[in-house]
């Protein structure tokens, strides 16, 4: 007997998060036997930890069988709200509580389940919605034929493309990231077209202002692109010609930390100074938190060359997020918006200060963090963070979609997977579901190739790494699953992010192993065209941008959803396992037009050989997005 399913109208209506100030019906379904005399809903605010307690009242009976039990509850103010049931029966105390597959169990150990409230002004870019985001490391992606010029010292120039990244620690035992294969913003440009032809419509460029690394992510000066990828007329010049092709360009902001050997830190002497490093009364001093000036600083994650900034300094305040600072200025330039670098390192405060800032030079700027874990409950140092409230973020890197993804296909069961798709699109403001960047591989990351029939690194270091190579067999297995993992980002809620080189077979481990250059001439054609038939799909389905998701099954190897809006739906099924599956259809399904696998069968089931998928269109006018 089902007790409770937050996800289920008939328990709790509506279901999913909810603008602040909505009314929510929550009703329990409770065993005749149990002689419950009275029930309580108890309710935490995730923010302020307050505790509330509502009685319900008894509405009904089936019989000897279950009673119902039912209140009504209307969030206040945006937050997330944890709840649970409390009863008195003829047994003693209960606490209901969230059980395996969102059923509730009589414990109150167990987790309890969560409503979020967001502000009902909340909205994200209408651009974002529908399309597909396309990844570039600057450094490995194109490198255009323009001479380089005004190269900062420091830097090894390499001049065969293709070749192994450095890895290798220098005399002192450090590892440099000093190699670069000159990559630019020319080049990126040079292949709009390419990027077209995989339907991309946001470029999003990882960090490309001045750094002396080749990640950059050690900001040097936030005012100027680095040399090796050219100047603030090419970035103008890639953002036109973008725009042109229906592409907008996505910005790295690392405002967590700057490098030590930039214009505002200037430990290593290169800028003119006075940098923070050299003087107290450098501009630039209150940015930083000293705890033994000069050498004694906090750093990011204990990394030297990677001083932390003080978010709530005013004078950083003004450099990033005033009317004539780093935010607006690029978006001026031509950025569509800004991805935010460990975004659950900048306070709450800065990231809404960005955020107004961002809005008011473009009204349809976007604003995207990198955030690990479910964004909408995480506790950051000791604070529940308010990411997806309305204030802050328009969506995040979705890497809890990539594990769900990447576990069912490493053999793990279809319905854990499901689970934790279904707990997102719960926990997350339908607008933050609408700008979510849904990865299976990004900088941070093995190769999606690698993560799917590589053997696991379990730990082992940078050596062990660079000498790893799929076998033959391991790479025509990796092939197919990567046409299953695709499917699955292309068509889960929000929007796919492909990392460069995915769609033509890079493989490789975790950093630098991920960030090779692109194989131009020496991609794997056949991958790479199923990467456009998924582009043309997202296209030709508007049913992708807002639509319903639909659960359909989720057993050992084989999952199916649906994704039921605009103008159709759209069926989606995978079989990891090896041998051929077949998956019950809804009626209405016989006949559907399949855009890639096997169509349904005259009965209205779909058969799905090993190690398949399939994508069914049925165009029915009656399906409307879901408000």
Not at 220 to 238: K, M, N
Request: proline share 8%; charged share 25%; hydrophobic share 35%.
């Amino acid at each position: 007997m089902k007790l409770f399913d937050s996800r289920d109208p008939f328990f709790r209506r509506p279901v999913g998060a909810v603008p602040a100030g909505t009314p929510v019906h929550f009703k329990i379904a409770l065993p005749r036997s149990w002689r419950c005399s009275a029930a309580r809903l108890l309710l935490k605010n995730g923010l302020t930890g307050e505790k509330r307690a509502f009685g319900m009242f008894w509405c009904g009976k089936d019989g000897e069988r279950a009673e119902w039990w039912e209140c009504d509850f209307a969030p206040g103010t945006p937050a997330p709200f944890f709840y649970r049931f409390s009863l008195d029966t003829r047994g003693g105390h209960v606490t209901l509580s969230r059980g395996p597959r969102n059923g509730a169990v009589p414990d109150g150990k167990a987790p309890p389940w969560q409503l979020t409230a967001y502000d009902g002004a909340f909205e994200t870019p209408a651009w974002f919605r529908g399309g597909v985001v396309y990844q570039i490391f600057p450094d490995r992606f194109r490198r255009s034929g323009e001479e380089k010029r005004n190269v900062p010292s420091g830097r090894t120039l390499r001049g065969d493309w293709g070749g192994q990244p450095e890895w290798r620690p220098d005399a002192a035992g450090r590892v440099t990231n000093s190699d670069y294969f000159g990559g630019d913003l020319a080049g990126i440009e040079e292949k709009l077209p390419y990027l077209q032809s995989l339907g991309v419509t946001c470029l999003y460029l990882t960090p490309i202002f001045e750094a002396h690394s080749n990640h950059r992510y050690d900001t040097a000066d936030y005012l100027r692109i680095d040399p090796l990828l050219g100047t603030e007329e090419d970035f103008r010049r890639l953002c036109a010609a973008a725009a042109e092709r229906g592409i907008r360009v996505l910005l790295d902001g690392v405002f967590n930390h700057t490098g030590s050997d930039s214009v505002y830190f200037n430990r290593e002497g290169r800028y003119p100074g006075p940098g923070a490093y050299q003087s107290k009364d450098s501009p630039y001093f209150p940015w930083y938190r000293f705890t033994d000036w000069p050498d004694g600083y906090e750093c990011w994650w204990g990394i030297g060359t990677l001083p932390r900034v003080d978010g709530t300094d005013p004078g950083f305040d003004r450099f990033v997020n005033g009317p004539r600072g780093v935010v607006r200025r690029w978006l001026r330039a031509g950025a569509a918006g800004w991805r935010l670098d460990v975004a659950d390192e900048l306070a709450d405060s800065f990231l809404e200060r960005l955020r107004r800032a961002a809005k008011s030079e473009k009204a349809d700027a976007l604003i995207l963090g990198e955030v690990w874990e479910d964004a909408s409950n995480k506790i950051a140092y000791g604070e529940r963070r308010r990411y997806l409230l309305g204030g802050q973020l328009d969506g995040v890197m979705n890497y809890p979609f990539r594990a769900a993804v990447l576990d069912f296909l490493a053999g793990g069961d279809a319905a854990e997977s499901m689970e934790r798709i279904l707990s997102v699109l719960e926990n997350y403001p339908p607008p933050a579901v609408r700008a979510l960047m849904n990865v299976i591989g990004t900088h941070d990351t093995e190769r999606a190739l690698t993560a799917l029939a590589g053997e696991p690194a379990r730990g082992r270091g940078r050596r062990w790494q660079s000498g790893q190579r799929l076998s033959p067999e391991r790479r025509a297995l990796g092939l197919r699953l990567m046409r299953l993992a695709s499917l699955m980002q292309f068509t889960l809620p929000g929007s796919p992010c492909v990392y460069y080189g995915d769609e033509a077979g890079v493989e490789g481990y975790r950093d630098p192993f991920n960030r090779a250059c692109f194989p131009w001439g020496k991609e794997d054609a056949a991958l790479t065209e199923w990467y456009r038939g998924l582009g043309r799909m997202r296209a030709a389905c508007p049913c992708l941008r807002e639509g319903e998701f639909v659960p359909l099954r989720a057993e050992g190897g084989v999952m199916a959803y649906l994704r039921p809006g605009e103008g159709g739906a759209l069926l989606c099924a995978f079989n990891r396992d090896g041998e051929t599956r077949t998956v019950a259809l809804p009626a209405g399904w016989a006949g559907a037009r399949a855009l890639l696998g096997p169509p349904p069968g005259a009965d209205g089931s779909l058969p799905l050989p090993p190690l398949s998928c399939a994508a069914c269109l049925r165009a029915d006018p009656k399906i409307k997005f879901s408000k």
